[in-house]
């Protein structure tokens, strides 16, 4: 009853199902594929290792026999040379056996053919036989080594043959139909082996060591021309290919592309040349090859350099053939070393390329620098402050500044892209150019300057002028700014460029100049350029010595009336003689220009003196050649006093005394006075005037006319100047009124002086004497 109890108590303990059941019941499925795959994978995995191992075994094996394929490789080769070998022991000994046959034969010749031995018969048919067969195996052999490629040994079973068969070299026996037969198949061999040598040169991807091998191979079978040809040919399509991958890039590097293209040049013909040496020795023939090949080469890489270069007009087209020249030259310089010197042809072909190029860029610079109307206003601003010719600014019109610093910057654009090798060879073409381009604009200069025909209606005589210069401070600016640029800006700025020139190491070659003529061609470019500016120097003194002589209604203030009037007293008895008052008014004139260019020219005393002696040498060279003044002298109805003749030459040893006191003592014054004053006395004395008694001594004159100078300076003081007639006191004023309204100098002006008479007053203590007129 008990245990009924507990049944009903505990009704499911029978229903506990145990674990396995239930893991065996509900194992899902994924677990049992995971457990199989791996399973799988355990198998697989031991089946690779299996077939790793065996792979490696089978490798080792392969690498085994392939060198025992090689080993027997060259034991077949060994083999075959031994049975080449014992072939010509055989061919010998048939060859032997069959001289001592003929030799016993011969011996025994009197038994008759019908008792010769037919072993013997047989014994030299097969002989014959044993030569044709190793014939046949010899050109079996050699065409193997043809389709294997093994040039060399080919060569060498060519070279045993012609040895063992000395009559393959010759023209060939005829005689013999078997020799001609085998003869011309082993031409034919000779031939495909050489064809197979040209076809190695001629691949476009055959190694330097391949390269040279054929050649000396081709050399071995006697084509020593046609390998030395191929040998050109194959660094000739080198270079051909390294041009023609370097030519897209030029438009990106348009001035430094020449070079490279030197670089690439001269490498390839450097190492032709010391292969060909290497190869073929020095035979002159083979040279003389290399050095033709390498002409034609320089022609074509003078004209790639012209296809490509920048347009010729442009400063980039200079850079580009100024690097060219430098790049080939310093190349072919090198190249000397080897026996090839180049440097003349390369000058000759490169001649009318660097000449178009200089033509088109000063044909361009001819035109920017006289157009003053296009101007860079940023660069000038950028460099007027550093610029001598800023000291011109305030003082001129600004165009004139700005044209100056436009010129200079257009010359030093040019001079930047030239080398020290353009400038050594055509140094003198590029100065000449310079002092051209100067030239014209000093004409330019010239134009901006009044002229006499200024006040004409010829409207055939008018050019466009973009800027003027009227007043004395203005046209004094002008010709300073023209002498700063010819006696500092110019030559600076081309002496630094040929100082590179001395200084490279490049030029230190048969080629280079002596420096003696260098400095000639420097100082004829300076003559050059001197002689340019004169044009503008001369032409300023000239209309402004004529604005002297001329008044505004064409009448000659200085004419010979002044010497005709007989009043007054001999000079020599008179206390305080003065000069003429045109002379007087000259020497205020100077006097006041003086002062202006004190100011403007300020340190450049130079061009100061230079102005001023000129224009002196310009009044008195007018004097010296106006045949009106002297007509007036040599009319016989005109009569002529002694004090005329001291007048006149108390004016001559005035003026020349002005020179000497202001600091500039002209000898071509001196000598244009001393012309004048021996005119005069012989023009006086032809009319009956006695110079001796006429004339006191020179050192009269001399001193008469310091004390003139003294006395103008320190102005008038009751002395015989304010008792000048009416007629010419308004020609004096009418002269000095002439000039720059900004001088504020006159006679009696102790500052005007100062800043005229840069000598001391010792000087005057100096006499200059005139050499006697009568001598």
Known sequence: MESSEEDDDFPSIESITPQSKIDSLYQSNTEKGIRKVCCELLDLKDAVENLCGDMQTKYLAFLRMSEEVVEMEHELVELRKHISAQGILVQDLMTGVCRELEEWNSANGKIGDCQQDPQVDELQSSLLSDADNRKAIFLENFDVLLAEHKVEEAIEALEAEEKNCPELKGPGDTSSMELSSYRSEFLKRRSMLEDQLIEITEQPVVSILELKKALSALIKLGKGPLAHQLLLKSYGSRLQKSIELFLPSCSV????FPATLSRLLFSIISVTTKESGLIFGDNP????RVVQWAEWEIEYFVRLVKENAPSSETVFALG?????VQASLTYSSMLESQ??????????????????????????ARRAALDVTEIDESLLLSTRSMSPLSAFATLSDSVLVDSGMKFMDIIEDILAQLTPMTVLHFGANILTRISQLFDKYMDMLIKSLPSPSDDDNLTELKEVIHFRVETDSEQLALLGLAFIILDELLPLAVIKVWSLKNESKELESENTVPNASITAELKEWKRSLQHSFDKLRDHFCRQYVLTFIYSRQGKTRLN????????????YWDSDPLPSLPFQALFAKLQQ?????????LGKEKIQKILLARLTETVMMWLSEEQEFWDVFEDESVPLCPLGLQQLIFDMHFTVEIAHFAGY?????HQIASAIIARAIRTFSARGIDPQSALPEDEWFVETAKTAINKLLLGPSGSDTSEIDEDHSIIHDEIVSDSDETASSSLSSIESFKSFASANMGELDSPMYFTNPDG
């Open 253 to 256: 590097y348009p001035k430094t």
């Open 593 to 601: 220009l003086a002062t202006v260019a004190g100011d403007v020219l």
């Open 665 to 669: 003592p002209s000898r071509h014054v």
């Open 320 to 324: 580009a053939a100024s690097n060219c």
């Open 285 to 288: 023939v083979y040279t003389n």
């Open 560 to 571: 010979a009336l002044i010497y005709l009037s007989g009043e007054g007293a001999d000079l």
């Open 339 to 364: 026996g090839l010197k180049l440097s003349k042809l390369l000058l000759v072909l490169l001649l009318p390329y660097i000449e178009e190029v200089l033509e088109l860029n000063f044909r361009w």
